[in-house]
């Protein structure tokens, strides 16, 4: 008798559990219904609008986190918007909008809306990390596009493909990004190598030039485009004068620019960012070194000519897109309008006129997909596509080649302060 108490009291202590366990259910499944509905009423909405019952509508839609609503899809942008490396992030961020604000404004890719997320990485490969990690986890973005820089694209690269994330477009010409066991990397411009190639070509036949010095930057974007130099020059049975290298994130040059003083150059090839190979070269200028400057695309051409003033001139420049004021380019003409209309203020450039070939290939590719959007289509319908025309500027994909277009152009800074395009550098100098 006397444990009865004691198993009454156990007793009235697991109902109170119970009880109470019964009641949050409840209010669990009210509160999920409630807030379920309006969905559910939305989904219904989209079904009537399509003329496609809810079951079909449901088989064909895309799994959760893929970026891909009714009215929308989203991409994300981890780029440079602060440090020397700036103006790379944002006018390829800005020209990327431009293409999405124009097929925005003509109702969307059958129907939806397209969006950019964009995050500032700095030119830093651990911030790329953490913006790639928080655009695929937290934005749940259908796709990653306009990347800037070779060392932030080599850190984010295996995130965004351990994910089976498409990583359209980056701003490198780097060549770990052309290895096709990257699936789901789509190359838009043409490689370092192949600017580094032309570079050394132009300056050896054109101008039949010797001595050829190198400054890159200390990374892997540098050592790839120094690599692609060292290449150019071993084919021809050469190698470079003299070597200057400099830390990323960085105005340090000066030491950079004794080492290449030291073996009198006649050309120096620049491997970095707008600020400083603006830096080297208004110093070489100044303390009297007599040479031929060419740098790649990466550099940033608009940001450089404005850091450069009057030492710009006579300054090359290998391009990896057409003239960005060249209008009788389908493309482009529709790049200068697409532009005028998101942004008004700003000048057009080379690089803002890549993100908006960027955002044009991604339309044509989610275009092929129709209504029913999912990654693997998307890719394909790049990967397969072995000739695709946007509107004058032609890309190429197919089996191991994920990089569009092999197309590499030469201007040079003026004395007015402008790009010009240019077939010969025996037509221009400085």
């Not at 939305?42 to 009537?48: M, P, R």
């Not at 990397?185 to 039949?208: C, H, K, P, W």
């Not at 110093?283 to 400057?293: I, K, Q, S």
Request: glycine share 10%.
């Amino acid at each position: 008798m006397k444990g009865v108490p004691r198993l009454s009291t156990d007793l009235l202590f697991l109902l109170g559990i119970g009880g109470a366990a019964l009641i949050l259910l409840g209010i669990g499944l009210s509160t999920w219904f409630l807030l379920r509905t309006p969905q559910v009423a939305e989904d219904n909405e989209v079904v009537a609008r399509e003329g496609t019952s809810l079951e079909s509508r449901d088989a064909a839609a895309p799994p959760p986190g893929i970026g891909v609503s009714s009215e929308r899809i989203l991409f994300g942008q981890s780029a440079a918007f602060s440090g020397p490396a700036q103006e790379l992030g944002q006018s390829m961020g800005l020209g990327i909008e431009a293409a999405f604000h124009e097929v925005n404004q003509n109702g969307g890719v059958h129907g939806r809306q397209l969006e950019l997320v964009s995050l500032d990485d700095s030119y830093e490969p651990e911030a790329a990390i953490a913006n790639t990690l928080h655009l695929i986890e937290e934005q749940e973005v259908f796709a990653l596009i306009g990347a800037v820089g070779t060392p932030t694209s080599r850190s984010a690269v295996p995130v965004a493909e351990s994910r089976g994330i498409p990583y359209i477009a980056p701003f490198t010409g780097a060549a770990f990004l052309r290895d096709p066991k990257w699936d789901n990397v789509i190359n838009l411009r043409a490689s370092y190598n192949q600017e580094t190639e032309e570079m050394v070509a132009r300056l050896t036949d054109e101008l039949g030039l010797e001595r050829i010095a190198v400054m890159y930057q200390d990374d892997s974007f540098g050592r790839a485009g120094y690599r692609g130099v060292i290449g150019a020059l071993e084919r021809r049975g050469r190698e470079p004068s003299s070597i200057g290298l400099y830390p990323r994130n960085t105005l340090a040059v000066k030491t950079a620019l004794l080492d290449l003083s030291q073996g009198s150059p006649e050309a120096v090839i620049l491997i970095g960012a707008y600020q400083p190979v603006a830096q080297l070269i208004a110093w070489a200028r100044h303390t009297g070194l007599d040479t031929v400057f060419m740098t790649i695309s990466f550099v940033g051409s608009n940001a450089l000519a404005t850091e450069l003033g009057p030492d710009g001139d006579g300054v090359f420049v290998t391009q990896v897109v057409p003239f960005p004021t060249d209008d009788s380019i389908p493309i482009v003409a529709s790049y200068l309008r697409a532009l005028a209309a998101y942004s008004p203020e700003t000048v057009p450039g080379f690089v803002s006129l890549e993100g908006y070939l960027a955002g044009r290939l991604t339309i044509v590719a989610l275009e092929g997909c129709g209504r029913t959007v999912s990654r693997v289509c998307f890719l394909e319908n790049l990967q397969n596509s072995t000739s695709m025309d946007l509107g004058g500027f032609h890309v190429h994909y197919g089996v191991d080649d994920n990089q569009g277009s092999d197309a590499v152009f030469l201007t040079v800074i003026g004395s007015d302060g402008q790009y010009h395009a240019i077939d010969d550098l025996r037509d221009a100098g400085p």
